[in-house]
């Protein structure tokens, strides 16, 4: 691949919506480095937002320069700024050893050919020198602008999926987004590794992680379909995989703006783990309790959902069948069947709310106890079936209710 030459390429650096804020608070005191994907997607005609930072010498006062919010995350010195709502992570050039596969690397000072040495691939080991009479100009790992040419994703070493088996998931990320091709080397030590069983050697957290990750592709259908061809899904639970493309789609498609995509991608690729079994991996894999509690009831509750909202003829009788489940669990049940029941209520009946509460009702003589929350029910699903308009009517609704209720 053709690199322009170290003036050009600053200028294309320099124009980078984060580059301006970052470039006037570096000196020449010590070398920075813009690296990885950011350095790729630059080459390949992107304009990264984000951008990796490596610094040969102390990260903390170059992190300090920049003036924004630091977050330091280790002793290392690598750390996270936020500047003018633009994040730039940092980190001292290093390399790393691993105590045994799966382990977390230690980490020694090194110069920057090292440092990109220790990389994923060989796409993401390129580095543009930012400061100093260098600035501009490139340095790479062996055959990374062939293989930037070429489209191809290629490891840097032979014992790298072992090493760090999350680099499997990775793969699956960049192929998929990127569509690149994996160098067929790459694939024979990938299969190898997961032969070998090298994905339960990583701590279950780190493997969420990257599965978060994967589920905030701008494409996850495409990205969970890498993981499954590549063998990983599998590796990482036999259940584990999107088994229906269109559905997922369809789903996706349902899903409102407000809905968590990275969520639902999950789901879909995990409805066929039997649910104490799904349960357990979400926990393994140090998903947050809302994560788990509504990824486990969308992947779980779609199928009965949606035969329930088939059956549904009111709108009160499909906001009740939906119940408290979360826009995810609707989005799916909807892509199972019942499309027209699903949109209603993601587009409309889900907003609806009454204009009285509880108070009201005690205000208006009702003791506290169940009669108020079945009168309020009974409001809503009056006001959703358009039975109702108004505050008074509502009222009058809902001291019915508790009245025969009591
Ligand atoms: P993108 O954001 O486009 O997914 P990125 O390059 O910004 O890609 P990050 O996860 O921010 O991805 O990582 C930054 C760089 O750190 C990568 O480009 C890669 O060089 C390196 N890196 C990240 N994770 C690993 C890993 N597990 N093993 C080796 N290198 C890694």
Redesign the pocket.
């Known amino acids: 691949m053709e690199v322009p030459p170290p003036n050009e390429l600053l200028a294309k650096v320099r124009a980078l919506p984060a580059a301006p804020v970052l470039l006037d608070h570096l000196t020449d005191a010590v070398p920075v480095y813009l ?4 350095v ?2 630059l080459l390949l005609g992107g304009r ?1 937002l ?1 951008l ?1 930072l490596v610094v040969e010498g102390d990260p903390a006062p170059v992190a300090a320069a920049l003036g924004g919010d630091v977050r330091t995350h280790d002793r290392f010195g690598t750390s996270t700024v936020v500047v003018d709502g633009f994040t730039y ?1 940092l980190a001292r050039s290093r390399r790393e050893t691993y105590a045994h596969p799966g382990a977390l690397p230690d980490v020694s000072p090194a110069p920057l050919s090292e440092d990109l040495l ?4 060989t796409v ?2 390129m580095a543009v020198a930012l400061v100093g009479p260098a600035a501009g100009s490139l340095e790479s790992a062996p055959l990374a602008l062939d293989d930037l040419e070429r489209h191809s994703l290629r490891v840097l070493h032979d014992a790298s999926f072992i090493d ?1 088996p ?2 499997a998931l ?1 793969l699956a ?2 192929a998929s ?1 990127l569509e690149f091709e994996i160098e067929p080397h790459t694939h024979a030590l990938l299969d190898s590794a997961l032969d070998a069983r090298a994905i339960e050697t990583v701590s279950g957290s780190r493997i969420g992680a990257e599965l978060r ?1 994967l589920g905030r592709e701008r494409d996850p259908v495409s990205a969970l379909r890498s993981l499954g061809e590549l063998g990983i899904a599998h590796a990482i639970h036999p259940a584990l995989g999107l088994d229906d493309e269109p559905l997922a789609r369809r789903a996706l498609a349902l899903l409102p703006d407000d809905g968590r995509r990275d969520w639902l991608a999950l789901v879909l690729a995990a409805r066929h783990v039997p649910p104490p079994e799904l349960a357990y991996l979400l926990a393994t894999l140090a998903f947050e309790a809302a994560d788990r509690g509504a990824i486990l009831a969308a992947a779980t509750k779609a199928p009965a959902l949606a035969g329930a909202l088939e059956r549904a003829r009111r709108p009160s009788e499909v906001a009740d069948a939906v119940g408290d489940g979360g826009p995810e669990l609707v989005s799916l049940a909807g892509a199972l069947g019942p499309e027209r029941q699903a949109r209603e209520w993601l587009g409309r009946l889900r907003h609806v709310q009454l204009e009285i509460g509880g108070n009201d009702m005690i205000e208006a003589g009702v003791g506290q106890g169940p009669a108020i929350g079945l009168g309020l029910h009974a409001a809503l699903s009056a006001k959703l079936d358009g039975r109702v308009e108004g505050r008074d009517a509502e009222l009058r609704e809902a001291l019915r209710t508790a009245q025969d209720s009591g």
């Open positions: 690296v990885g994907g950011g790729r997607d990264p984000d990796d992570d220790r990389r994923d691939f993401n080991a760090d999350t680099r990775r990320r960049y987004r990750l």
